[in-house]
C-alpha cells in the first residue's frame, strides 16, 4: 500500500509564514525525486519545488527566495518552508512522488490528497 500524505496548510496573512510536511510511504523502490504542486481555482496545476535523491532542487520563479523545498535523511519525508506568503499563493497544495527504474520498466508516480494554503490580504 502505498501512501503520499501532505499536511501543513491553513490560513496565514500576507507576509506570514507556514510548513508543509509529507510523507510517503509503501514505496518499495528508491523514489528519483518529490515536489510539490499547487492548483487554484480556474487555473492548471503547477510545480511549485522539487527536489532528488540527490538533493538538486528546482522552484518555480515565482516562489525564488521564499519557498525552501528539503528532505529527511531517510528521503521518505519533504518539507516545503514558506515564508512571505502572498495571497497569490492561495492555493491547494500536492505532495508529488517520481520513481523511475528504466532498466525493470518502472515509471511510477503518487499523488497525495492535497492541502489547502489559504493566504489573506
Known amino acids: 500500500q502505498v501512501h503520499v500524505v501532505e499536511s501543513g496548510g491553513g490560513l496565514v496573512q500576507s507576509g506570514g509564514s507556514l510548513r508543509l510536511s509529507c510523507t510517503a510511504s509503501?514505496?518499495?523502490?528508491?523514489?528519483?525525486?518529490m515536489g510539490w504542486y499547487r492548483e487554484a481555482p480556474g487555473k492548471e496545476r503547477e510545480l511549485v519545488a522539487s527536489?532528488?535523491?540527490?538533493?538538486?532542487?528546482n522552484y518555480a520563479d515565482s516562489v525564488k527566495g521564499r519557498f525552501t523545498i528539503s528532505r529527511d535523511s531517510a528521503e521518505n519525508t519533504v518539507y516545503l518552508q514558506m515564508d512571505s506568503l502572498k495571497p497569490k499563493d492561495t492555493a491547494e497544495y500536492y505532495c508529488?512522488?517520481?520513481?523511475?527504474?528504466?532498466?525493470?520498466?518502472?515509471?511510477?508516480?503518487?499523488w497525495g490528497q492535497g492541502t489547502q494554503v489559504t493566504v489573506s490580504s
Open positions: 527536489i532528488t535523491s540527490g538533493g538538486t532542487t
Open positions: 508529488h512522488a517520481l520513481v523511475i527504474r528504466e532498466r525493470e520498466g518502472i515509471r511510477y508516480e503518487y
Open positions: 509503501g514505496i518499495l523502490f528508491s523514489i528519483n525525486s
